[in-house]
Nanobody, 124 residues
Framework: QVQLVESGGGLVQAGGSLRLSCVAS????????MGWFRQAPGNEREPVGY????????NYADFVKGRFTISRDNAKNTVYLQMNSLKAEDTAVYYC?????????????????WGQGTQVTVSS
């Protein structure tokens, strides 16, 4: 059973940056696609982006393209979400997730494991 723990959230001013980490335990995520999702109060969970098992392929939601970057270090069983040029509307709880499929998707139902989330708050 894979457990995922996110960290790196916090309070940041608009225009600032944060890097979220997601560390896996209980098994290797080397062959899992990894996704990042977020959920703001009153909103449904939405996909931020995902990365293939090898790291060769990434996909992002339009609202984060050019600002956010997903990467992974399979040797460390860790996935990262680098967030730059943050906006107030990026305020949300951010979740990482793991999918047995190797290439990932933007559909939350495709993911098998989820972390508890980390709060990101961007002040304007």
């Amino acid at each position: 059973q894979v457990q995922l723990v996110e960290s790196g959230g916090g309070l940041v001013q608009a225009g600032g940056s944060l890097r979220l980490s997601c560390v896996a335990s209980g098994g290797t995520i080397s062959f899992y696609a990894m996704g990042w999702f977020r959920q703001a109060p009153g909103n449904e969970r939405e996909p931020v982006g995902y990365i293939s098992w090898s790291g060769d392929n990434t996909n992002y939601a339009d609202f984060v393209k050019g600002r956010f970057t997903i990467s992974r270090d399979n040797a460390k069983n860790t996935v990262y979400l680098q967030m730059n040029s943050l906006k107030a509307e990026d305020t949300a709880v951010y979740y990482c997730s793991a999918a047995r499929s190797r290439y990932g998707s933007g559909w939350s139902d495709d993911y098998d494991y989820w972390g508890q989330g980390t709060q990101v708050t961007v002040s304007s």
